[in-house]
């Protein structure tokens, strides 16, 4: 069986919110770090430059993918990423159509993780790409139903 989905745009801004969480959550643990610096601070007499060290370094941590997921959309060869796209996926691979001539075929090892939230799914490649389905793009519950247990055939999904 195959499920074909409406067409779909990611918009830019959601992708870079969506990449900013992903990378928080996947690397919440750094900010320990500028965390023992800022906590340090405290109790060093007259190492205010211990505490402004540890912000600093965050907020360059934060800066530095802000950029890198700005510069994402940017890119030309990362335009096709935020067109309004159909999908077609079954058990052997996603296919990403542009129109009913153009399209990219991904096979399912390329997909690295997966995850339901309350209203899509996320389909995690790497850092920067990832497939975002939400609910309201597929044409009815049983795509729905078999999309989760796609993802969960393919180990993808808990």
Avoid at 11 to 31: I, N, P, S
Avoid at 119 to 137: C, E, I, R, Y
Wanted: net charge positive.
């Amino acid at each position: 069986m195959t499920i074909k989905t409406k067409k779909y745009q990611l918009k830019k801004k959601d992708y870079v919110k969506m990449a900013m969480w992903q990378l928080l959550r996947k690397t919440w643990w750094y900010g320990f770090g500028p965390l023992a610096f800022v906590v340090l601070g405290f109790f060093v007499p007259y190492s205010w430059w211990y505490i402004g060290t540890g912000l600093v370094v965050a907020f360059l941590y934060l800066l530095f993918w802000f950029i890198q997921f700005m510069g994402v959309t940017q890119m030309e060869q990362n335009k096709v990423m935020f067109e309004r796209l159909t999908y077609e996926i079954d058990s052997r691979f996603v296919v990403i159509k542009l129109n009913a001539k153009q399209g990219m075929q991904m096979n399912w090892d390329m997909i690295k993780s997966a995850e339901k939230t309350k209203d899509a799914f996320l389909l995690v490649v790497n850092k920067a790409q990832f497939l975002h389905f939400p609910f309201s793009m597929f044409n009815s519950d049983h795509d729905l139903r078999f999309m989760e247990a796609l993802l969960k055939r393919k180990n993808l999904l808990a």
